[in-house]
């Protein structure tokens, strides 16, 4: 964010990887971007833009931001929005956003892509403005319409977990569209590349936000957090936006009512300030900008944003009971969570063991939510069936595949009710070693195509299973014959063959 102290140090241009930055690309574009500014030094004359857009001008601004004093804007500016991206060489990501709250509300916005045609070739004209003023409308782009029976959605391709996957699952997507920056993620919505843009994080900022909310809402959109409550602005508010961010051009309460009970209760929405309401109230009071009030009304949510931990504890399914934890744990900031964990008011957990030293350290902040989310620890767990989030299975399958070793043993419920988990089953069995030592498939199968899947398992390079079982003998006899054949007649290694076979 920009400050009006000029105390701090001179600024140094951003340190790039120089495979990706391409400095003399970036000079040859903007020859006056990577000189350092002394901030005690007069911004030169040359730096500051005096022209007026005469497009601009010749809108006239709406009567309902008359009466609006200095008191009652706040601007939120990100100068670098899609960093992430920016830093990967992805410069049409990058969007420079600025957002006019009024109120606590964004009304204006100017989203700036200065890489804009940036890959177009010469003649092109490099770089766009888009702006918008609610009351207004939104200019600088072409609008269009997003296909028709078509659901894509766009959300993070650098802050993903698996909240943010199983959110944006819960929407039925046909397509997810991974881009950088807010901004440029609310523009391929306004150019009807995408219909929705979920981000079920509380990664993004106030500034990451304000300006596309002013610019999405000009033409008729939404921005709201995952609750479908709004986002609010005002200067006291806190700048992370706490509710998750669902943006979209129409059918806006379809996707909210989309996102289920349990990611919702991770999600804070804002509340709005004494100031800002008493200031609501004064609005309402003159008849100024009775919209705004009464998008505001009923709309206080709660105040407190819990932990991450109490987050699940506020789920409605049962925690743990006991819970050993190695000491000392080679993840040290492990502790406070799991004090947060213990000091809870929830029964604790009946048993969770983590593997110490661990291959995989970041495996501890997704081990610790997932048994909270499926009761059991992953030495010896099962799941509720059916889960009341399906894609879980996924991430479960995800999780086995991170954590190595694998668990064991593992359960599944058969009839499975999710019967896709089948083949992600078959997928994990497949992957990387070693795979788990002992399963178990009910017979006959209710789901045929787990039979060719299992040959193929047993005809992979892995290890097979030490034990598995089927129901009857032709069967076992059959399966053992395929493989048996496989590792004699495919293994290109003959000791490896003979090593299957003595299994
Ligand atoms: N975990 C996070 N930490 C910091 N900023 C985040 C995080 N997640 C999202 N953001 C900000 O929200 C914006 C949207 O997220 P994303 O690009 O991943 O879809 C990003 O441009 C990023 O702003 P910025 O790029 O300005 O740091
Ligand atoms: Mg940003």
Known sequence: MFSSSSSSPSPQPPSMPSAIFNKKFHERLFPWSLKSLDPAEKIPDSYIVTEVTEDVLSHT?????????DDQIVIWVDPLDGTAEFTQGLLDHVTVLIGVAVNGEAKGGIIYQPYYNYQAGQGAPLGRCIWGLIGLGSFGFTREVPPPNQNLITTTRSHSDWVVTEAVNSCEPTEIVRVGGAGHKVLLLIEG???????????????????PEAVLCAIGGSLTDLLGKPILYHSSVQRRNAGGVLAT??????????????????FVSDIPSDEMLQSKQQVAEDSVDSAVTS?????????????????FFQSTQPSPSSLCVPNPHPVPSVYPTLTQFLQSTQPSPSSLCVPNIHPVPSVYPTLTQFPLCTQHSPSSFSLPYPHPIPSVYSTLTHFLQSSQPSPSFFSLPNPHPVSSVYSTLTQFLL???????????????????VYPTLTQFLQSTQPSPSSFCLPTLTQFLLSIQTFYLS??????????GLARQGK
Request: proline share 11%; charged share 25%; with cysteine.
């Open 487 to 496: 590792s004699t007649h495919c293994s290109a290694d003959p000791e490896k």
């Open 193 to 211: 590349k995408v219909h929705a843009y979920v981000f079920a994080s509380k990664g993004c900022k106030k500034w990451d936000t304000c300006a």
């Open 61 to 69: 601004c709406p009567d309902i931001y008359k009466n609006v004093t």
């Open 249 to 266: 051009v129409q059918n806006h309460q379809w996707y909210v009512d989309r996102i289920p009970q349990e990611i919702r209760e991770n």
């Open 295 to 311: 998008r505001v009304q009923g709309d206080l949510g709660s105040s407190v944003d819990p932990p991450e931990f109490d987050k």
């Open 431 to 449: 992957s990387t070693l070693p795979s788990p030592n002992f399963f178990s498939l009910l017979n006959p199968h209710p789901v045929p195509s």
